[in-house]
């Protein structure tokens, strides 16, 4: 299929169901304007994270790669009254950007953003016995993926919902051995979550001007 085509079944399936929104647009822009890379979930892409999390009625979601806030906008506007999100950002100045981000939205109260290396705050979150999760959505580094999944689900019960972002990398991942440093991991990851006997998993394309591709996997 060629890019043009995509972006343009991209485009239609958002006109229709993913109006215009000036509190994602103006986190967008803000998040551009701090330096940002604009590697956030496509707007079609977050509609399908509210509507997963919603379908899995989540009111204590993990996200895994908080950037500006993009992913974890639509997740905090998918949760129940009293719902949480626990978010973790390497760094300091995406995660204050976020926060502005998220406030605006008016989300601010239901997100909780921890500052760090995400591996170190699961082993903290591990230790602290926090309730389990029951949605995670992974999107951090993209070489952390494996060690991020085995603490998520010290983090999980069965039934969570886990999700991973960027396993396709417009089709990097179909070569034995990809150049692109994140279509190398993504490919190691895909194989590990294929096997992994504690989950039941697939993935879904996501089109876009690349294809690329989201994880979606259930606790046993
Ligand atoms: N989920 C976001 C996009 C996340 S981009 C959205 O769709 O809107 C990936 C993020 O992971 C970046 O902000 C990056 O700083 C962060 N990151 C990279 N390495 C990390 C690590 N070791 N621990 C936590 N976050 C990390
Ligand atoms: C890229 C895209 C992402 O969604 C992400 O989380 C990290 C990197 C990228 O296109 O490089
Ligand atoms: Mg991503």
Same mark, same amino acid.
Request: hydrophobic share 45%; net charge negative.
């Given at each position: ?13 958002? &006109? =229709? ?10 986190? !967008? ?5 701090? $330096?940002?890379?604009? @590697? ?7 509609? /399908?994270?509210?509507? /997963? ?10 996200? !895994? ?5 993009? &992913? ?5 506007? #998918?949760?129940?009254? $009293? ?5 973790? *950002? ?5 995660? *204050?950007?976020?926060?502005?981000? =998220? ?7 239901? %997100? %909780? ?30 070489? $952390? ?6 603490? +998520? =689900?010290? /983090?999980?019960?069965?039934?969570? %919902?886990?999700? #991973?972002?960027?396993? @396709? ?7 034995? %051995?990809?150049? *692109?440093?994140? #279509? ?12 992994? #006997?504690?989950?039941? +998993? ?10 690329? $591709?989201? &994880?979606? &996997?259930?606790?046993?």
């Amino acid at each position: 299929m060629n890019p043009d085509l995509r972006v343009q079944i991209e485009k239609y399936i958002e &006109s =229709l169901f993913v109006p215009l929104d000036p509190v994602l647009t103006r986190n !967008i822009a803000d998040a551009e304007a701090a $330096g940002l890379p604009a @590697i956030q979930v496509s707007p079609n892409q977050g509609k /399908l994270l509210y509507l /997963l999390s919603k379908m899995c009625g989540a009111s204590r979601v993990l996200e !895994i790669g908080t950037l500006g806030g993009y &992913s974890t906008t639509w997740l905090a506007r #998918a949760l129940p009254d $009293g719902g949480t999100i626990t978010s973790l *950002e390497l760094d300091q100045t995406h995660a *204050e950007v976020a926060r502005k981000n =998220l406030e605006r939205a008016g989300v601010g109260a239901r %997100v %909780v953003i921890h500052v760090g290396p995400a591996e170190q705050t699961l082993q903290q979150l591990i230790e602290q016995q926090v309730p389990k999760f029951d949605l995670i959505f992974i999107d951090a580094d993209k070489p $952390g993926y494996p060690r991020y999944l085995d603490l +998520s =689900l010290q /983090l999980s019960r069965p039934g969570t %919902v886990v999700l #991973a972002d960027n396993l @396709i990398r417009d089709g990097g991942v179909l070569d034995a %051995v990809p150049e *692109e440093e994140n #279509a190398r991991a993504a490919r190691a990851f895909n194989a590990i979550l294929a096997a992994d #006997a504690r989950l039941e +998993s697939i993935i879904i394309p996501v089109l876009g001007k690349k294809v690329d $591709g989201m &994880s979606i &996997s259930i606790v046993k």
